[in-house]
């Protein structure tokens, strides 16, 4: 299991106050490519930001400038949905997105968001149940835009999208939750732990442990507190047979946890894997 690309990942995410959110994005592809130079993909961002920054003037009212990113980025670019493969990982590498164009609302906000900077837009991202979005508060009013195709959003229609998701967890009735409550400015660190669940998703379905346990020790840097990250990691290295490193994981949930429901689980997952240990 490499170092090297763990410290890095680890320096970048460190604090809060210098958090530097694309080029994290960026360095999460190095677990599965690792050959991957994270300044040329920065690189290949600047060179679409100073193309963008020549149809820009400082004079420009922020409405002016979001057109003009709409129109490069979802026209003149052609960034969009991959349709034909929704759950492909490289949907979520920003690399591979500025290759192909393809991407899932999450890595092409992420994309759009860093050239919205470089010509003076101070775009947000926003983790709305299900399905990421993008903020800009302009003198008219708050802006939410759709990352899959610049569609600006009405209240109504965001309510309607919400309304499953309320429906599910049961936060209707008195315990409705209002619409405003999802849609606040996630910060850096919230976005990149959303980022990596979605790749741990697919790994996790596509049981692809070794791609897994590279996510996984990224949520652990990322979110040290979060105990059921470092069960998850427990979990995936078992399954590569690091046997002495998953028990000490496993442990180290059930030490910090008291009511999960999943407690009696781990607990017999750990003797099954102390008897292996023991046989080897």
């Known amino acids: 299991m490499p170092t090297q690309q763990l410290d890095y990942f680890a320096s970048l995410v460190s604090e809060d106050d210098h958090f530097p959110l694309t080029e994290a994005a960026i360095a999460v592809a190095q677990h599965a490519y690792p050959d991957l130079v994270v300044q040329h993909v920065f690189d290949e961002l600047d060179l679409l930001g100073d193309k963008l920054?020549?149809?820009?003037?400082?004079?420009?009212?922020?409405?002016?400038?979001?057109?003009?990113?709409?129109?490069?980025?979802?026209?003149?670019?052609?960034?969009?949905?991959?349709?034909?493969?929704?759950?492909?990982?490289?949907?979520?590498?920003?690399?591979?997105?500025?290759?192909?164009?393809?991407?899932?609302?999450?890595?092409?906000?992420?994309?759009?968001?860093?050239?919205?900077?470089?010509?003076?837009?101070?775009?947000?991202?926003?983790?709305?149940?299900?399905?990421?979005?993008?903020?800009?508060?302009?003198?008219?009013?708050?802006?939410?835009?759709?990352p899959l195709t610049g569609t600006s959003l009405s209240k109504e229609e965001l309510q309607q999208m919400l309304d499953p998701y309320l429906d599910a967890q049961g936060y209707r009735g008195e315990y409705q939750l209002p619409l405003s409550a999802?849609?606040?400015?996630?910060?850096?660190?919230?976005?990149?732990?959303?980022?990596?669940?979605?790749?741990?998703?697919?790994?996790?379905?596509?049981?692809?442990?070794?791609?897994?346990?590279?996510?996984q020790q990224r949520l652990v840097i990322l979110l040290p507190e979060a105990l059921e990250e470092i069960r998850d990691r427990g979990i995936a290295l078992a399954q590569l047979d690091y046997i002495r490193?998953?028990?000490?994981?496993?442990?180290?949930?059930?030490?910090?946890?008291?009511?999960?429901?999943?407690?009696?689980?781990?607990?017999?997952?750990?003797?099954?894997?102390?008897?292996?240990?023991?046989l080897h």
């Open 182 to 215: 999802f849609l606040r400015s996630s910060s850096s660190r919230e976005i990149l732990s959303r980022f990596l669940r979605n790749l741990k998703a697919i790994y996790t379905q596509q049981e692809r442990w070794e791609r897994l346990l590279g996510v």
């Open 53 to 146: 920054k020549q149809r820009v003037t400082h004079e420009m009212a922020g409405i002016q400038k979001l057109q003009i990113l709409k129109n490069f980025f979802f026209k003149e670019l052609g960034f969009g949905p991959n349709r034909n493969d929704y759950y492909d990982p490289n949907n979520s590498y920003l690399h591979s997105v500025l290759e192909t164009r393809r991407g899932i609302p999450i890595s092409l906000a992420l994309i759009f968001m860093e050239l919205g900077q470089q010509i003076g837009l101070n775009i947000k991202g926003v983790s709305f149940p299900n399905h990421f979005m993008v903020r800009l508060s302009l003198p008219q009013g708050e802006v939410i835009l759709d």
């Open 245 to 278: 490193p998953a028990i000490e994981d496993m442990q180290t949930y059930l030490d910090g946890t008291e009511n999960a429901s999943d407690l009696d689980e781990i607990r017999a997952q750990i003797i099954e894997l102390e008897e292996q240990y023991r």
